[in-house]
């Protein structure tokens, strides 16, 4: 089993920036591919980025390309998810995700054993 731990959201104007960590717990070697999702209130979870297990492969949603970034620190059981030129439309809960076996970047929630609780992240306009 392994368990996340999102670090705390926060409420930040439209232009600044705030950055996430997820702390990973447990057999965490058996989870080589790391991503972050969010869910916007009526809204379906959506995809934001994911990364893998040496930090060299990165997949991004366009939605947040060039203004979002992930990075890992292995020897931290770390992820984190730094987000510059925040828009309102990036309110949403931030959760996440980890993925057990086969070091594969998908952007498909199912595709991914073990989620975080989740964080609020609120972008004032």
């Known amino acids: 089993q392994v368990q996340l731990q999102e670090s705390a959201g926060g409420l930040v104007q439209a232009g600044g920036s705030l950055r996430l960590s997820c702390a990973a717990s447990?057999?965490?070697?058996?989870?080589?591919?790391m991503g972050w999702f969010r869910q916007a209130p009526g809204k379906e979870r959506e995809f934001v980025t994911s990364?893998?297990?040496?930090?060299?492969?990165?997949y991004y949603a366009d939605s947040v390309k060039g203004r979002f970034a992930i990075s890992r620190d292995n020897a931290k059981n770390t992820v984190y998810l730094q987000m510059n030129g925040l828009k309102p439309e990036d309110t949403a809960v931030y959760y996440c995700?980890?993925?057990?076996?086969?070091?594969?970047?998908?952007?498909?929630?199912?595709?991914?054993?073990?989620w975080g609780q989740g964080t609020q992240v609120t972008v004032s306009s």
């Open positions: 447990g057999r965490t070697f058996s989870v080589p591919t």
């Open positions: 995700a980890a993925r057990k076996s086969v070091d594969f970047l998908t952007s498909t929630a199912t595709q991914y054993d073990y």
């Open positions: 990364i893998n297990r040496s930090g060299s492969g990165t």
